[in-house]
């Protein structure tokens, strides 16, 4: 079956960067669409960056210029660089596939932006 397991979260300062992992298994997802999102404590779940299978981008407004989404297919795996990070960053950071019309997502890993 299809998994996603994410990677990379922790304790950084403002200012500070990361990089997030995400490792696909359980099919092929070169052609799939691939996207990050994030949910902090009392919102609702955002989307964060996407890649296509065309390796095609997009960002929200609040991360654009700051995060990095890329792929690479041979190892499964998307990757989310986060850099100039902010407390605003906060959150819980999912790895989301869309695998033939189903989405999967994956338990999450922690980001926490402090001082």
């Known amino acids: 079956q299809v998994q996603l397991v994410e990677s990379g979260g922790g304790l950084v300062q403002p200012g500070g960067s990361l990089r997030l992992s995400c490792v696909a298994s359980?099919?092929?997802?070169?052609?799939?669409?691939m996207a990050w999102y994030r949910q902090a404590p009392g919102k609702e779940r955002e989307l964060v960056a996407r890649?296509?299978?065309?390796?095609?981008?997009n960002y929200p407004g609040s991360v654009k210029g700051r995060f990095t989404v890329s792929r690479d297919n041979a190892k499964n795996t998307v990757y989310l660089q986060m850099n100039s990070l902010k407390p605003e960053d906060t959150a819980v950071y999912y790895c989301?596939?869309?695998?033939?019309?189903?989405?999967?997502w994956g338990k999450g890993t922690l980001v926490t932006v402090s001082s």
């Open positions: 359980g099919a092929s997802f070169r052609f799939d669409d």
């Open positions: 989301n596939v869309d695998h033939w019309g189903t989405n999967y």
């Open positions: 890649i296509t299978g065309a390796y095609s981008t």
